[in-house]
């Protein structure tokens, strides 16, 4: 792969990419471009394209797509950066000819490309930004987003301490828009779960960049009964261990968003606490449906690592395309969004439909407690929380894409 | 007739006194000389004139209006050229361009955006340095000039202003002392030939009893003497401080050039 | 609020400005020294992370004691020292003779070289380090729990800071690094060997930061953020310091930390831009920071870096422009992402250009450019947004509000000079990012805004490349007569020597207050542009790496030169896009570009040209020599 790409690259720099162009024969593969930050998200992005080269292996194997054809993914690093990103995209559409988009991480890279998608008419298929905006306010036609967004896991995570006792509750998150709403969310999600509670204190530290002992201290100041915690990476290990020294956590209910996938819980180690109401991944655990344990198997093999959040969604993904070719039978990309409306794709974890009214996957999220086995964190008590449970309600994303 | 009055300026740098009221008169087309021993606050008093610094009190004249305290460009608007102990030129441009450059700040012109500068002022310019002898060196880069040169340019780009009133904080500082000489006849003549004041500190006493009409001496920040070039070497305390006896051979060194 | 807690927050401040000072003290000694700005200070830190989280554990294996985790820590501090030696001796000594941005360039190139190493070394996932054995628990004081690690870290400072003292006062290389930073010509004339005295400060600096690093990893797991995250801070602590003063930047850390202690409980959301209020506030009041003293450049008597003399083209630079202008107008004919590419890099160039209007022009180094570049993009951006206008007025918009912005930061930057100028332009910087980033309402955070494309006549790859071209064309053309005319004159003549323009009756702050809006104008305009080619505004268009892209384009390009910010832009951008798609290890190609190039054209690639013309002038004259001497021949 990396092999042809450099081929290709060095013709372009000789001028000659116009004659390098392939001839489109019927049985020529369908390319399609995914970039996404390889290089600066590389702990989750490297994951999910192992499984997606997996994927498209699988299927190909298997007699490809429509047909017959094989399916060739273009994988590009997106620099992070809004403005590369949309420069990538470009370069897959002219020069690569791939017949539509997916990928990137960062919510702006996804907004930007999103836009630049529906401009130029093609079909975008955001697989990882987690922002409620991508598919709300400024959704558009040619932009679809698979995984759970952040207002469907912090709901998933709200739905979960139903009913509880704690009534004072503090919230930290990152200082971005990722954290912003997934804070506005939880302010908003839970009345509906615990009558009577109230927000006593927010810190919004900067993303990557948290002082552990200044923010444990003023969460711990504010004497809250719960906490709702939104940072991850490196943040989150900091704030962990500050937390776990000066007692932050004793006798309180913590919930954290995303805590429970492999990518954020490998670094924390023995470190991990006990009993975190959270959202994850517990790959070893996960018994149903029986083409998932064959999927770890087959992953473990090819890769020689276990897997993460990262790779069961870029399986779900190509999975996803699959389906939708099949569908579709055509190229032609308003047949393809037009097909991919409420699209039923059964997947690795179950089925997943492409919600046409928001252009949201019903991709769901393990929701559990967190624990630790040995010196390694990993999940109990959990369960599959099916994303379609958890979508926002039909007339709120009406009024919100009307006005995009 | 008065063209620069001094009159008690004073100026503290923490606990010590740079100057303590010093106050003197400078008249048109006349050179005046402030000498004393290192650190007696002639440059202190220098700046305090040309608006380097800015006075703790007394009051700067020129041709009656104050400028005490006024920024170096405005005393310069008001006809103030200066250089400075170590040569202050842009080194990065040519010759003739420093006199352009200065030619084009006395027009105000430095504000233009589309003009080409290096067309401006060019015979004006030429002028200049004709007048200080360096107009065959016009086209090279000031940076490549002997420093006796470099300080020739310096005099050209301050006389660009159309000064009435030269200070030449050390003018010969630095330089060999044939080119010594040869640059102070020059300032003199110059001086004399369009009445331009002339303000100078020296420590060549050669060239400040050659051609000052009149020496201030300043020992710690105080003027302790002044009159013309005899009065000032007659004076018994100067001797005593100040010129000792290498002065006093240059004084009469400076008499008998005058006399023969 | 209870006493108590306030007295455990100050204590948590107390131990991130012990760990802050650690840090920032090596940045600060290297730069009193060598007078370079090394970006890869956050890169020491880093790997200092890094070989504690890996030589720890194996040590701990042996026996699990405090002495062992701390000789872990400190052996990898040395390590870390070792590493800034190879750098010393491999980069920067070949280099300390080319222009002082060049050596920033260079260290740059560094930083993402190592970002990249240590992604293939380690692996992208965060590696948790061990807690110091003997310090796991908290410490009750009063009612409140304080982890005894911390407190430790609290001690480590003040010892750093005394132990620098002793170095400093009592050995002949401690005497030596203070003589060089109040007065580095006065070491060379000593007969000092140079060479060695930076050799032995890029250990001691590189092993501070390596120790910072190594001290965290109880506290925080080793991750390649970490440079990026660190380095911005350490800039802050030594500039507000007062940089090459290492009580300084014990004073400012203490500040800091104390300030985000307790900027958390009033500000929650303010933790962005709080040390960037503070360095712009001290600077502006205290122009060399706390305990810094004022750089003595009174007067110049070495040629400044940048632009010397401009002349007219002559025939050679006239050919490569008119082949310049033709590939640009004939991109279309190649192939569309060619277009896109190519009107990438109009627009850049215009920026680059810009900048060097100011750096190397004018002397003023800006650090935040891309402040100005991306206010003129978000000018423009919410006009075609939220007010609903088309493309044209908000083109004319974007100039307007990146020359605003210019003359507002300008005002107070112009006061200042030197490293000192750039960091307050950075500070500025990072404030108007901070506003774009946290304003929601208006600008969208983060996110960002879409939907600004161009006007439906425009909205054609080749179309908006046309009209990109001769917007950015038109712009640099003018700004190129800018510098030829009495104003860019001007602006060479304050920097050369500012107390001779002073004396010539210039007012040089009010010049180069003009000067900074008018390139700030001129980034706004490239910004403008660039949100309408990518249909989005976002904050990292105000970011320190597009300022530090900025300036790498026109050291590439060669600051001396008129127009080699655009051959800058042009190769930087190249680089990058040839790269990118070819690997995900594309910034270690990029660094190893950068550093190659300032090792090959240390005056940058107009350096080269007049080079590669001098030697061209040297076998004309030989070969007419030759030709004459045959014809002599019978």
New interface residues.
Partial sequence: MTRFTLTRRALGATGLAVLARPAFAQAAPIRIGELNSYSRMAAFAVPYRNAMQLAQDTINAAGGVMGGRRIEFVFRDDGSTPGDAVRVAEELLTRENVAFLAGTFLSNVGLAVADFANQRKRLFLATEPLTDAITMAQGNRYTWRVRPSTFMQTKMLVEAIRGRSAKRWAIVAPNYEYGQSAAANFKRLLPTAIPGAEIVAEQFPALGRVDAGATVGALGQSRPDGIFNVLFGPDLTAFVREGNTRGLFERRTVVSLLTGEPEYMIPLGEETPEGWIVTGYPWDQVESPPAHKAFVDAYRARVNDTPRLGSVLGYVTVQIIATLLNKANSLDNEALVDALADLRTDTIVGPVTMRGIDHQGTLGAWVGETTLRGRQGTMKNFRYADGADYMFPEEEVRAARRSA | MTLLAVDRLTKRFGGVLAAKDVSFALNVGEMLAIIGPNGAGKSTTFNMV?G?LRPDGGRVTLAGQDVTGL???QV??LGV??T?Q?????????VL?NVQ??L???H???????????A?HREAALALLDRVGMAAQAAR?V?ELAYGDVKRVELA??L??APRLLLMDEPTAGMAPAERAALMALVAGIARQEGIGVLFTEHDMDAVFAHADRILVLVRGEIIARGTPEEVRADPEVQRVYLGHSGTRAAARARRAADG | MEWDFLLVQALSGLASASSLFVMASGLTIVFGVTRIVNFAHGSFYMLGAYVAVTIVPWLLEFDRSPWLFFAGVLASALAVGALGVVMEVMLLRRIYRVPELFQLLATFGVVLIVQDLVLLAWGPVDIPGPRAPGLRHGVYIFDQRFPAYELFLIFVGPAVLALLWLLMRHTRFGVLIRAATQDREMVGALGVNQAMLFTGTLFLGAALAGLGGALQIPRISANPQMDLSVITDAFVVTVIGGMGSVPGAFLAALLIGQLQAFGVLVFPKITLVLVFLLMAAVLVVKPWGLLGKPETAAGRTVLPEGILDPRPLDLAGKVLAALALAAVLALPLLDAYAVKVGTEVLVLALAAFSLNFLVGNGGIVSFGHAAYFGLGAYGAGLLVTKAGLPMEPALVAAPVAGGAFAALFGFFVVRLSGIYLAMLTLAFAQIAYAVVFQWVEVTGGDNGLVGVWPSRWAASREVYHYLTAAVTVAAIILLRRVIHAPFGATLRAARDSAPRADAIGVDVRRHRWLGFTLAGAAAGLAGGLYAFSKGSIDPTLLGIPLSVDFLSMILLGGIQSVLGAVAGATVFHAVKDFFMPLTDHWRLFLGLSIIAMVLVFPRGLAGAWTELQRFYARVHRLFTALRKWAERQP
């Fill in positions: 040309g380097q920024p170096p460009r310069c608007r050229g200066r400075f170590v040569a202050q030129t842009f080194l990065s441009f040519t361009g450059m200065a084009i700040a006395h105000r012109q430095t504000r233009r955006l589309l003009a080409n500068a290096a401006m880069p940076g780009i301050a660009a202003a």
